[in-house]
């Protein structure tokens, strides 16, 4: 089975506060995402990357950056956390689409409160 | 841009009762997958459906793809309590490894 972790389940950070969220999945995956889900908004796309060093914009890079030095590691700072960060970041990870069908396999999610 | 919209937004209802969730798009995907998620935790993979009319099951969950691969369906047949979650539909788009994900569909069986 696919297995995904997250660093941490909960976080409370202040503002301005640098914060690193870590994820590593066991399953030698190219594709690694970073989401935020927030309701009414559903899940939306932070950032991706398809391999080592290798990254991509996602939807609402704004604020964040990330990290991914090794495979199975994919990290999601941000540089100076604000109130409007306050979210459940969820982790995930993916074999290539064209033998995977794009499945991913999500993570247990980080709820990250910033006061 | 590619949109998954799903319906109803929210459900509540008896355990024993059918129900039926909807993913609609105007745009074909070359996969179509549904998670479950639980509060707190993260969405966890159902089913995937890749063929045009293709029907899965899983226990007392059915699964549709649609014949122009454009909308999808997920009907539970006697629901229990332990089907509360929320339903997400997502969208596999050829030549991207990424996912089109709908808002979801939160449902609640009362015992």
């Known amino acids: 089975d696919v297995k995904v972790t997250q660093s941490s389940r909960y976080l409370v950070k202040r503002t301005g506060e640098k914060v690193f969220l870590e994820c590593v999945q066991d399953m030698d995956h190219e594709n690694m995402f970073w989401y935020r889900q927030d309701p009414g908004l559903g899940l939306r796309l932070i950032y991706f990357?398809?391999?080592?060093?290798?990254?991509e914009k996602g939807d609402i890079p704004e604020g964040y950056s990330v990290s991914r030095e090794k495979k199975e590691r994919f990290s999601l700072i941000l540089e100076s956390a604000s109130t409007n960060q306050t979210s459940m970041y969820l982790c995930a990870s993916s074999a290539p689409g064209q033998s995977s069908y794009n499945e991913q396999f999500f993570g247990p999610g980080t709820r990250l409160t910033v006061l | 841009t590619q949109l998954l919209e799903q319906s109803p937004q929210f459900l509540s209802i008896q355990e024993g009762e059918n129900l039926t969730v909807y993913c609609n798009s105007s745009s074909v995907f070359s996969s179509l997958q549904w998670y479950r998620q639980e509060p707190g935790e993260g969405p966890v993979l159902l089913v995937t459906?890749?063929?045009?009319?293709e029907v899965k099951k899983l226990k007392r969950l059915t699964f549709q793809f649609g014949d122009a691969r454009k909308d999808s369906s997920l009907h539970i047949t006697a629901a229990q309590p332990g089907d509360t979650g929320l339903y997400l539909c997502?969208?596999?788009?050829?030549?991207?490894?990424?996912?089109?994900f709908g808002k979801g569909t939160k449902l609640t069986v009362n015992p």
């Open positions: 459906v890749v063929t045009g009319g």
């Open positions: 997502a969208g596999g788009v050829g030549g991207s490894e990424k996912l089109v």
């Open positions: 990357s398809y391999d080592v060093k290798m990254k």
